[in-house]
């Protein structure tokens, strides 16, 4: 879900279970970074964080 203005992608953070593993994928000034969490509270935690630091409105569940 990757949203481009004027050629570069808008920062985001999203979330996604896979495999009983929680990924959380920040994007952020062109670098995509992901962190893998075996419990979805310490995941959601994370992705939280980014998004107050990142100034967003919500954090993507995919």
């Known amino acids: 879900m ?3 203005t004027n050629g570069k992608v808008r ?3 999203e979330v996604v279970e896979a495999c009983g593993e929680w990924h959380v994928r920040v994007v952020e000034d062109g670098k995509v970074t992901t ?3 075996e419990l979805e ?3 959601l935690a994370f992705a939280e964080g980014q998004r107050i630091r ?3 409105d ?3 569940r995919l």
């Open 11 to 13: 920062p985001c953070v």
């Open 35 to 37: 962190l893998t969490y």
């Open 2 to 4: 990757d949203s481009e």
């Open 54 to 56: 990142l100034g967003l």
């Open 41 to 43: 509270s310490y995941a």
């Open 58 to 60: 919500e954090i993507v």
